[in-house]
């Protein structure tokens, strides 16, 4: 089946390590997204990508890295310098339609930092 | 992007319909808007969107004022599954990428 698979679901760091989410999607789209969720919140948009080699920051990018070196995968690295890191973190992709860009989520990874 | 308004939370009684108001007084005429939902701890689901006419798909109805100052997601007949946040968005088609702006949405309990 079609769809946005992240790994792992539940994840555990020390502070001060840098941490990577995966995230890959079989549905063939250009874009993919990822997002932050703390309790209680909405989403803020930390990175997004609409082609391969190319991405752009979000809201909350301070902190956060990835690369798009596949259309498949969008890795999401958490730093060391990322102050709050602990948060529920989810990945997106879109495809290019003419008339609207719903957005497919992945069932997301909820990082904590001991 | 406009600003949206929801409720922070709503009940509704399972089987009967839940009507989930947002209003968007801000939309411009390019802006299109969206509904998704968040059952707890997972993903965000895609519901519907619509520009100015009324839309219905297998999950729900959206109704859109003609102003287009407000819309009205409706859910005719809610089950105990369909409780979750619901967030309504406005966004512009700008290509491949659309940035989504979720605030902190309704929370809809179905209750027996």
């Known amino acids: 089946d079609g769809g946005i698979t992240q790994s792992p679901k539940y994840l555990f760091r020390k502070e001060g390590q840098n941490v990577t989410l995966s995230c890959e999607q079989n549905l063939n789209h250009d874009a993919m997204y990822w997002y932050r969720q703390d309790p209680g919140q909405g989403l803020r948009l930390i990175y997004y990508?609409?082609?391969?080699?190319?991405?752009q920051k979000g809201d909350i990018a301070e902190g956060y890295s990835v690369s798009r070196e596949k259309k498949e995968s969008f890795p999401l690295t958490v730093t060391s310098a990322q102050k709050n890191p602990t948060a529920f973190y989810l990945c997106a992709s879109s495809g290019g339609r003419a008339t609207y860009n719903e957005q497919f989520f992945g069932p997301g990874t909820r990082l904590t930092v001991l | 992007d406009a600003k949206t308004t929801q409720p922070t939370s709503m009940d509704c009684a399972e089987g009967r319909a839940a009507n989930l108001p947002c209003n968007h007084s801000t939309i411009s005429g390019n802006e299109y808007v969206y509904w998704y939902r968040q059952i707890h701890s997972q993903g965000p689901q895609y519901i519907i969107h619509g520009l100015k006419n009324n839309e219905t798909n297998e999950m729900a109805s959206l109704i859109i004022t003609e102003d287009r100052k407000s819309s009205t997601l409706i859910l005719p007949h809610a089950t105990l599954r369909d409780t979750a946040v619901y967030y309504c968005?406005?966004?512009?088609?700008?290509?491949?990428?659309?940035?989504?702006?979720f605030g902190t949405g309704t929370r809809l309990q179905v209750t027996l």
């Open positions: 990508s609409q082609i391969v080699n190319d991405f």
């Open positions: 968005i406005v966004r512009s088609y700008t290509g491949t990428a659309s940035k989504l702006t």
